[in-house]
């Protein structure tokens, strides 16, 4: 719990602790580093409204905490300011239209080329916490505050702007006019009156409608408003169950995540790759063959997602994604001969996938760019 019976320090002594949070913010790797209260009431209202259409689909964990999502209070008592940090991802040399575009490789989302973003930011928030409460000590504040890096219900995304760190754009990504959205974000829960920011980042998204029309199943319901059961990210990492046939041919060669709506924005023109080692892909997943990983036993699959966003969904589920993408290859005898050979111990939920894939490839049908929204 935060505590915020202490006696409030001077403006001027906390505009000094903004401005050297900012410095301590770059100087641990963060690309940006803003501050904002906690009035988040519009973007409440708005999660309410997306709730109760059932845009979530299972992720009941949207909904489970009521107001503690939008109200940070709530969340962690005594917090009146967030300050929000943003952190890039895109790695270099990455070539995200080429991979997609051959139907031999599998499309990995950028984020989780490399390792676990959750662990290398919530340490470098860690680290800026610290250096805030060295700083409240040698001036006598009582300071208290908490990290977050997708850990919790927090709308990291409408703080993010608030901040001034970007613009939510009409595909639910944080926009920034100078480095696109390839970023991450994370947060620290304060009681310190520390100056907000005001943003500088109006949102520039103006009459363009690329991110929309590009979407593979359709999945924008409108500008700003994503049904995720539409989602590629969400059918290949959220869902536990079977991918829905209509979705399957869409989802092409995507077998964990979907960038199209990043890749097509016009703002990422001015993304910087990132110089994070962490980041960077690891065992050619940024272009791996399906066949290869498909092959992979349960073993190599654990050994070789240790400490990847990945290892979250399983083996089970990896091979599901993997059969479908393979489903939607050009017919080959090896593609043939791995999923043939994988039936006898496949899991019911793989072996739907798999047998799915086998009739496709046997029809001779190609793959389809999109489908589109019945209506």
């Given at each position: 719990?935060?505590n915020?019976a202490?006696?409030?320090?001077?403006?001027?002594?906390m505009a000094?602790?903004?401005?050297?949070?900012?410095?301590w913010g770059?100087e641990?790797?963060?690309?940006?580093v803003?501050?904002?209260?906690?009035?988040?009431?519009?973007?409440?209202e708005?999660?309410?409204a997306?709730?109760?259409?059932?845009?979530?689909?299972?992720m009941?964990?949207?909904g489970?905490?009521?107001?503690?999502?939008w109200?940070?209070e709530?969340l962690?008592?005594?917090?009146?300011r967030?300050?929000?940090?943003?952190?890039?991802?895109?790695?270099?040399?990455?070539?995200?239209?080429?991979?997609?575009k051959?139907?031999?490789?599998?499309?990995v989302?950028?984020?989780?080329?490399?390792r676990?973003?959750?662990?290398?930011?919530r340490?470098?928030?860690?680290?800026?916490a610290?250096?805030?409460?060295r700083?409240c000590?040698?001036?006598?504040?009582?300071s208290?505050?908490?990290?977050?890096?997708?850990?919790?219900?927090?709308?990291e995304r409408?703080?993010?702007?608030?901040?001034g760190l970007?613009?939510?754009g009409?595909n639910?990504?944080?926009?920034?006019?100078?480095?696109?959205?390839?970023?991450?974000?994370?947060e620290?829960?304060?009681?310190l009156p520390?100056p907000?920011?005001?943003s500088?980042q109006?949102n520039?998204?103006?009459?363009?409608?690329?991110?929309?029309?590009?979407?593979?199943?359709?999945?924008?319901?409108?500008?700003?408003?994503?049904d995720?059961?539409?989602?590629?990210?969400?059918?290949?990492?959220e869902n536990?169950?079977?991918?829905?046939?209509?979705?399957r041919?869409?989802m092409?060669?995507?077998?964990?995540?979907?960038d199209?709506?990043q890749?097509?924005?016009?703002?990422?023109?001015f993304?910087?790759p990132t110089?994070?080692?962490?980041f960077?892909p690891?065992?050619?997943?940024?272009?791996?063959?399906?066949?290869?990983l498909?092959?992979?036993p349960?073993e190599?699959?654990l050994?070789?997602?240790?400490?990847?966003a990945?290892?979250?969904?399983?083996?089970?589920?990896?091979?599901?994604?993997?059969?479908?993408?393979?489903?939607n290859?050009?017919p080959?005898?090896?593609?043939?001969e791995?999923?043939?050979?994988?039936?006898?111990?496949?899991t019911?939920?793989?072996?739907?996938?798999?047998?799915?894939?086998l009739?496709?490839?046997?029809?001779g049908?190609?793959?389809k760019r999109?489908?589109?929204?019945?209506?």
């Open positions: 719990m935060i915020s202490s006696p409030q320090p001077s403006q001027e002594t000094d602790l903004a401005a050297q949070i900012r410095q770059r641990l790797g963060f690309q940006q803003g501050i904002t209260d906690c009035n988040l009431q519009q973007h409440g708005r999660l309410r997306w709730l109760d259409a059932g845009y979530q689909g299972d009941e964990w949207m489970a905490h009521g107001e503690k999502r109200r940070p709530l962690e008592e005594g917090t009146i967030v300050i929000s940090a943003r952190l890039d991802y895109l790695p270099p040399d990455t070539q995200p239209v080429q991979v997609l051959d139907a031999s490789k599998a499309y989302s950028r984020y989780a080329n490399g676990d973003y959750h662990k290398l930011i340490k470098r928030l860690a680290q800026l610290q250096q805030i409460d700083y000590e040698a001036h006598d504040i009582a208290g505050g908490r990290a977050f890096t997708d850990s919790a219900p927090v709308m409408a703080l993010a702007e608030k901040a970007g613009w939510i009409k639910c990504m944080v926009i920034n006019s100078q480095a696109g959205s390839w970023f991450f974000l994370g620290i829960y304060t009681n520390l907000v920011d005001v500088e109006p520039q998204c103006g009459e363009c409608t690329a991110c929309l029309k590009v979407c593979p199943t359709d999945a924008f319901v409108d500008a700003y408003t994503l995720a059961r539409r989602c590629i990210s969400y059918l290949t990492i536990k169950g079977a991918i829905p046939e209509e979705f041919e869409a092409g060669n995507r077998v964990f995540g979907c199209d709506c890749i097509i924005c016009p703002w990422n023109k993304a910087t110089d994070e080692k962490d960077h690891r065992h050619g997943l940024d272009s791996g063959a399906l066949v290869d498909f092959r992979w349960e190599e699959f050994k070789k997602t240790e400490g990847s990945i290892r979250r969904i399983g083996f089970e589920r990896w091979q599901r994604n993997l059969a479908v993408a393979l489903g290859a050009d080959a005898p090896e593609i043939f791995v999923l043939e050979s994988s039936l006898e111990a496949a019911p939920l793989v072996a739907e996938h798999v047998e799915w894939a009739a496709r490839l046997r029809s049908r190609r793959r999109k489908i589109k929204r019945d209506s």
